[in-house]
């Protein structure tokens, strides 16, 4: 055996050894929730897809940027919520993929989600007295517009929640919920001049063009203040979170929303596994049966192959989520290194029969399989390819988890079978412990 084989019989050995212990030990656990991140399809929740109107970003931005930062600003509003592995992605051009696993009140996400969350305060509308206006009804009238006041540069500036500093929830002193919330040293500067100005007057706070409440300014103010209304305890938290996660840079329309039972999934689970068990128990007799010594090291090899692909998905936990279709495109996968696998050995015989020696026989036989097993990789990379493009153009998720994990698997198929499966009967050949042809599937 030489020196380059021995070499990669150890960086198998290790490259095994690494994998076992990645998901060493096998319990309950490495299918999630501290395991495998597993899809909505096995765990059940909520999916929601979201259309940006990028026609209503700043000029200042591009669409990518602006796609960029909605995508963040929602990753903190769904961390603040405590959703457990959240998958949040973009979808094509200007759609936004929200997936949340377990989640029960899915209303109130998809509230806290699309709300776009800009704060701001509207002026009384004053008649020619100077006195406040009202509506038929009763009901002061505010304009149309924030409220503005002299920046630091000697500029108009309208007071947004882009000054707030921070926002907290609070009770009340008959334990009614509100919202505490703080400026930044700007902010202070803008609402001080906007209540001196209102003094004894009506301040409508608004979030997202809806009153959330009209208090009267009773002193100035700068640097604090507090938002009452008719909320509970949850309401004021997801206020609370959407205004320190910052106001959404474009609105956000819910084109689409899928529920799935947490039930479903754990049954999808237990028959894919099993599935996976028949298969595989019918896979390994039939190599060993017919191919003999070649069938049971190929074996070893799609031993190695199922251990490190477990190991990909765990290790990459954050970016890899395992899905129904992932887990048939595994299977799949594991299908076409026994294709593989086949091919070489079907060579090996041919040339078996032909009177080549044995060690002559295996590198033919290798060789001359690798043509067909490129070729046929390679048009399976390009259809992963293709399908994993259109899974994110047309929000199919499912597509996507498919084609990302077929191309792992049939790209760690390759490996194992050209490298892996050549390695070890190379140093059976070398070590001259199994000469004989019938063990190889050939009649002498």
């Not at 940006?52 to 603040?80: F, G, Y």
């Not at 409220?147 to 000054?163: F, S």
């Not at 919330?181 to 301040?203: C, P, V, Y």
Request: net charge negative; with cysteine.
């Amino acid at each position: 055996m030489t020196k380059k084989n021995f070499s990669l019989l150890i960086f198998i050995l290790v490259l095994f050894g690494f994998a076992l212990w990645s998901i060493v030990p096998f319990n309950t656990k490495l299918l999630g929730p501290n395991g495998l991140r597993l899809g909505l399809d096995l765990k059940g929740g909520s999916q929601l897809l979201y259309e940006a109107d990028l026609s209503k970003k700043s000029s200042s931005i591009t669409d990518e940027e602006a796609m960029s930062a909605v995508i963040s600003k929602i990753q903190r509003r769904v961390n603040e919520y405590g959703v457990a592995e959240p998958v949040i992605q973009k979808e094509g051009t200007n759609r936004i993929l929200v997936q949340l696993p377990g989640i029960k009140d899915i209303n109130r996400a998809i509230n806290l989600i699309g709300e776009t969350g800009m704060l701001y305060f509207a002026e009384p509308e004053l008649d020619e007295t100077g006195k406040p206006k009202f509506d038929e009804d009763g009901n002061p009238v505010f304009k149309d517009e924030p409220a503005k006041a002299i920046n630091k540069d000697g500029n108009m500036e309208e007071l947004t929640g882009k000054y707030l500093k921070r926002a907290w929830q609070d009770l009340g002193a008959y334990n009614e919920p509100l919202v505490r919330f703080e400026w930044d040293s700007e902010g202070a500067r803008l609402f001080e001049q906007i209540t001196e100005r209102n003094l004894h007057k009506q301040l409508a706070i608004f979030v997202d063009d809806k009153v959330i409440s009209a208090p009267v300014v009773q002193a100035v103010i700068s640097d604090s203040g507090q938002i009452t209304g008719s909320f509970t305890l949850d309401e004021a938290a997801d206020l609370v979170t959407q205004l320190n996660s910052g106001a959404l840079d474009v609105p956000l329309a819910l084109i689409d929303q899928r529920d799935v039972d947490a039930t479903l999934g754990a049954d999808s689970v237990k028959k894919s596994i099993l599935a996976a068990e028949i298969g595989l128990i019918l896979l390994l007799l039939f190599m060993f049966l017919y191919y003999r010594l070649p069938g049971v090291v190929a074996c070893v090899s799609l031993g190695i192959y199922g251990i490190v692909l477990l190991a990909i998905f765990k290790l990459f936990h954050a970016n890899l989520t395992l899905t129904l279709p992932g887990i048939a495109a595994a299977i799949l996968s594991l299908g076409m290194a026994v294709d593989a696998n086949i091919l070489i050995f079907e060579r090996l015989k041919e040339e078996l029969r032909t009177g080549r020696t044995l060690g002559a026989a295996v590198e033919a036989g290798f060789n001359r399989a690798w043509p067909a097993i490129r070729d046929s990789n390679t048009t399976t990379f390009i259809a992963c390819i293709i399908l994993f493009w259109l899974g994110g153009t047309f929000g199919a998720f499912m597509v996507r988890g498919f084609a990302l994990t077929l191309f792992i698997g049939v790209a760690l198929s390759m490996f194992t079978a050209i490298v892996v499966t050549r390695t070890f009967l190379r140093f059976i050949v070398s070590i001259g412990l199994v000469v004989n042809p019938a063990v190889y599937g050939v009649k002498t």
